[in-house]
């Protein structure tokens, strides 16, 4: 059984600039929820993909959107990125409605 | 406003003794109540989980007390090993969100001393 997978790792940027982050989610299960946790913070959700459409968003401005793809993997972009943005994005993964949540290791995005 | 609260933000435990970590939450909605545990560079882990209906789940070393007239959980580890040390987090959920969608707290720094 493949856990979910996260891409890149670590990356850098600057303000202003664009960033998408990926997700693989774990065999069998058809959602996927991202998460942002600032340093020294909990995770804090900011959308949920169910069937390739948004199925809940957390309070997060516009310029976070998201996708997801048939074989129920995903994307996070985040656009004019700004340097509160710095944190560990977490993708999760669940069969709907089961309330366990399986995550990836995380996304460490640095905005300078 | 954080709705689920750990006013601890570290603990320190011998080994073989007993943990106890504690969570508040102010949002009566929340029915659905989980424990993660994060290792450095991993994603936080499914540890334990309780629902509203219930005042105690046991899994192992590992359980979950609510106190729902007083919006209190607890997580009790016995005993403690060296393994256990991680930062746990509570969280909170409900049918009324959506039960993945998950109300964090900012977490716990548990360390076992051997």
């Known amino acids: 059984e493949t856990g979910v997978t996260q891409s890149p790792t670590h990356l850098i940027k600057t303000r202003g600039q664009q960033v998408t982050l990926r997700c693989s989610s774990q065999?069998?299960?058809?959602?996927v929820s991202w998460y942002q946790q600032a340093l020294g913070q909990g995770p804090q959700f900011i959308f949920q993909y169910y069937r390739e459409e948004e199925n809940g968003r957390g309070n997060f401005p516009p310029r976070f959107s998201g996708l997801q793809f048939p074989n129920y993997s995903s994307e996070l972009n985040v656009n004019a990125l700004e340097l509160d943005d710095s944190a560990l994005y977490l993708c999760a993964s669940s069969q709907q409605n089961t309330g366990e949540l399986f995550f990836g290791e995380g996304s460490r995005l640095t905005v300078l | 406003d954080q709705q689920v609260k750990q006013n601890s933000p570290s603990l320190s435990v011998q080994e073989g003794r007993i943990s106890i970590l504690n969570c508040d939450y102010t949002?009566?909605?929340?029915?659905?109540f989980l424990w993660y545990k994060k290792y450095p560079a991993e994603g936080p882990t499914f540890l334990i989980s309780?629902?509203?209906?219930?005042d105690k789940n046991e899994d192992g070393r590992f359980t979950v007390f609510l106190n729902k007239s007083a919006k209190h959980l607890s997580l009790h580890i016995v005993p403690s090993q060296p393994g256990d040390s991680a930062v746990y987090f509570c969280a909170a959920s409900g049918v009324n969100f959506g039960n993945e969608k998950l109300t964090f707290g900012t977490g716990t720094r548990l360390t076992i001393i051997p």
């Open positions: 949002n009566s909605m929340f029915d659905y």
């Open positions: 065999s069998g299960h058809n959602t």
């Open positions: 309780i629902s509203s209906i219930k």
